[in-house]
């Protein structure tokens, strides 16, 4: 087993047993509605999903990944502000979270504030070297900023992790096409739409954007 699959299993036992105490009636009935508020956002019922965290953290105010759901479903009904309000208490609570990290980026580089974005990035990088979509997102994090090496070493290893990404084929052949690397960006290109075939649309305005320039 490669160290990067064994980083993998040990942060997924981490988050799984997220700290509840077993003790408590209240804590218990708080782990029920996180629980079905974890269901409800997969299903993408945001709405739901905030009222069942709402309660959860009303009931136990002291679990990060309580914090760290309702983050998630504010980010996802576009409530940025509120939604890093709850990741910085999901990282008060528990520094190490590198997931809160990572998405509380996702909300900075949306707000504009890209510097804070990848500083984020690179945190939950540190904390969880194997969160994949943190490389990935601090990928086009860099990209933003002009550092397209920087941007192409975080897609390579977004890759090495998930080999089957092919966004992350797909901007590394950008950032590569960009640098004038134009073998290598087009080995990129016919690998991201050999895994994705409905990213052709997508490529090609970029590139003939990118030839306009």
Same mark, same amino acid.
């Given at each position: 087993?490669?160290?990067?699959?064994?980083?993998?299993?040990?942060?997924?036992?981490?988050?799984?047993?997220?700290?509840?105490?077993?003790?408590?009636?209240?804590?218990?009935?708080?782990?029920?509605?996180?629980?079905?508020?974890?269901?409800?956002?997969?299903?993408?019922?945001?709405?739901? #999903?905030? $009222?069942? %965290?709402?309660?959860? =953290?009303?009931? &136990? +105010?002291?679990?990060?990944?309580? *914090?760290?759901? /309702? @983050? !998630?479903?504010?980010?996802?009904?576009?409530?940025?502000?509120?939604?890093?309000?709850?990741?910085?208490?999901?990282?008060?609570?528990?520094?190490?979270?590198?997931?809160?990290?990572?998405?509380?980026?996702?909300?900075?580089?949306?707000?504009?504030?890209?510097?804070?974005?990848?500083?984020?990035?690179?945190?939950?990088?540190?904390?969880?070297?194997?969160?994949?979509?943190?490389?990935?997102?601090?990928?086009?994090?860099?990209?933003?900023?002009?550092?397209?090496?920087? #941007?192409? $070493?975080? %897609?390579?290893?977004? =890759?090495?992790? &998930? +080999?089957?990404?092919?966004?992350? *084929?797909?901007? /590394? @052949? !950008?950032?590569?096409?960009?640098?004038?690397?134009?073998?290598?960006?087009?080995?990129?290109?016919?690998?991201?739409?050999?895994?994705?075939?409905?990213?052709?649309?997508?490529?090609?305005?970029?590139?003939?954007?990118?030839?306009?320039?």
């Amino acid at each position: 087993m490669s160290a990067k699959r064994l980083l993998v299993q040990l942060a997924l036992i981490c988050v799984v047993c997220a700290p509840w105490d077993a003790q408590s009636q209240d804590s218990l009935s708080a782990k029920s509605y996180y629980k079905r508020a974890q269901i409800a956002y997969d299903k993408g019922e945001i709405t739901l #999903a905030l $009222a069942d %965290y709402n309660k959860s =953290i009303s009931i &136990n +105010p002291k679990v990060a990944m309580a *914090y760290y759901g /309702r @983050g !998630l479903a504010l980010y996802a009904s576009g409530h940025c502000d509120k939604a890093i309000a709850d990741f910085n208490h999901a990282i008060a609570i528990s520094a190490r979270l590198g997931e809160a990290y990572n998405v509380r980026g996702l909300c900075w580089f949306d707000a504009g504030n890209v510097a804070q974005a990848i500083a984020d990035y690179s945190t939950a990088l540190e904390i969880s070297p194997w969160l994949s979509w943190a490389y990935y997102n601090r990928g086009i994090a860099r990209a933003a900023t002009g550092d397209l090496k920087g #941007a192409i $070493a975080d %897609y390579s290893e977004t =890759i090495d992790f &998930n +080999p089957r990404s092919a966004s992350a *084929y797909a901007k /590394r @052949g !950008l950032a590569r096409l960009m640098l004038h690397q134009e073998k290598e960006a087009k080995k990129d290109f016919d690998t991201s739409l050999k895994l994705d075939a409905r990213l052709k649309p997508q490529l090609a305005r970029a590139i003939q954007h990118f030839a306009a320039h």
